[in-house]
């Protein structure tokens, strides 16, 4: 069946502007997980939502990111006032339910010039 | 906070040698996990871990999981080149936090002809 999808694959933004990531996960699944993988940082956990709930906003790293879940499916992520450490992978997962194995989605590469 | 960490952090080995991936985590948790990440694509689930004494085999991969020692390792059996690949452990926290993966800094693997 279908795995996680994500848009766009790529993204190239300048310093300032704002963009959206966008998630569909797997038909069915309850949870959805955000994290970023850069060079310097690794992989890190965001944000995660239950059904259209976010109980765990303590991965993100600013105000300028917030995340939003509609319909218990599709996932936004939006990255206010872009700076250049911004730039990274962002991954999307999906999973059953809570603690159940995530599966990953191809990412977004986002770079900020 | 949960820390995990990998050893080596680089690998280099030829077809048909053994070897083991290490896997650290500082605090207690319920669940263990391996991806493979083939470069510029997203992870692969390999492997959940559940309980102490846990095994699981995948083809020429084995992952064990000792929770006393928090320790997992994945031990590879004479090594294809198909076997090149970043490989993550990533461990749940428990409880509520146990949907947030946290992950070790990736071992990267080359298996030479």
């Known amino acids: 069946g279908a795995g996680v999808s994500q848009s766009p694959s790529n993204k190239v933004t300048e310093k300032g502007k704002d963009v959206e990531l966008r998630c569909d996960p797997i038909s069915g699944h309850t949870a959805l997980y955000w994290y970023r993988q850069s060079l310097g940082q690794g992989l890190e956990f965001l944000i995660y939502?239950?059904?259209?709930?976010?109980?765990?906003k303590s991965g993100l790293p600013s105000d300028r990111f917030s995340a939003e879940r509609t319909g218990g499916s599709v996932s936004t992520l939006t990255i206010q006032r872009t700076q250049q450490e911004d730039s990274a992978v962002y991954l999307c997962?999906?999973?059953?339910?809570?603690?159940?194995?995530?599966?990953f989605g191809p990412g977004t590469r986002l770079t900020v010039l | 906070e949960l820390k995990v960490e990998q050893n080596p952090l680089f690998l280099s080995m030829q077809e048909g040698k053994n070897y083991t991936i290490y896997c650290n985590y500082s605090t207690t948790s319920d669940r263990l996990y391996w991806y493979r990440q083939d470069p510029g694509k997203s992870l692969e689930s390999l492997f959940v871990l559940l309980s102490n004494g846990a095994v699981k085999q995948e083809g020429r991969l084995m992952a064990s999981l000792d929770t006393k020692a928090r320790l997992s390792t994945l031990h590879i059996t004479a090594a294809v080149h198909d076997l090149s690949a970043t490989y993550f452990c990533a461990v749940g926290g428990r409880g509520t936090s146990g949907s947030r993966l946290t992950f070790g800094e990736g071992t990267q693997l080359t298996v030479n002809p």
């Open positions: 939502f239950q059904g259209n709930s976010a109980p765990d």
């Open positions: 997962a999906s999973s059953w339910a809570l603690g159940d194995t995530q599966y």
